[in-house]
């Protein structure tokens, strides 16, 4: 019975160990295409966007306070077998905390409905995290070495790209919090 459960969840899932994929169920091979048997050993850091970003995820996994009791969730840009990046969010409960990599169970939802993929340059992406920090143009521009005048216009692109009438508007679609 419980094999019938993990093949059919309505979530993907998959377990790895050491950061390879030993098993998947259905819906993991439709979120990032194949089949089951495709991921079958295959490495993680296959469906990461680059390989800095399988690194970065894995030290933040380390370091979490969370993760040292076993579990572990973000929500973060993942990658199909076709190359499309998605949003994904992941939750992870360790087997072994002491050893979070050694073997665990891991859940895979696409957000990406609510949360699209947008392209920003580096500059945009620099501007929005500081507004997510809550900074206004002036300590923005102070923190950049830019005007102010430069800052407004980079958030009026990033308002255009995420379809964003207001700045907290903004700023809820770049936290992922529901509108």
């Known amino acids: 019975m419980s094999d019938i459960a993990f093949d059919h969840a309505p979530v993907g899932l998959a377990v790895l160990e050491n950061r390879v994929i030993k098993r998947c169920n259905q819906q993991f091979a439709v979120t990032f295409g194949g089949t089951p048997a495709d991921h079958a050993d ?15 995820i894995g030290q933040l996994l380390q370091q979490d306070e969370g ?13 199909r077998h076709s190359g499309e990046l998605f949003w994904c ?14 073997t665990g169970i891991w859940s895979f939802a696409d957000i990406s409905e609510d949360r699209p993929v947008v392209s920003l340059t580096p500059r945009e992406r620099e501007v929005a995290i500081l507004t997510c920090k809550g900074l206004s143009a002036k300590e923005i521009g102070l923190k950049l070495d830019l005007s102010y005048r430069t800052i407004e216009t980079h958030r009026a692109h990033l308002l255009q790209k995420f379809n964003a009438r207001k700045l907290p508007e903004l700023v809820a679609k ?3 919090m529901p509108l």
């Open 42 to 56: 295959v490495l993680i850091a296959e469906l990461y966007p680059s390989q800095e970003d399988y690194h970065r």
């Open 67 to 79: 993760a040292k009791t076993g579990l572990y969730n973000d929500e973060r840009i993942m990658r």
């Open 89 to 102: 969010r992941v939750r992870g409960r360790s087997i072994s905390p002491e050893d979070p990599f050694r």
């Open 174 to 176: 770049l936290g992922g």
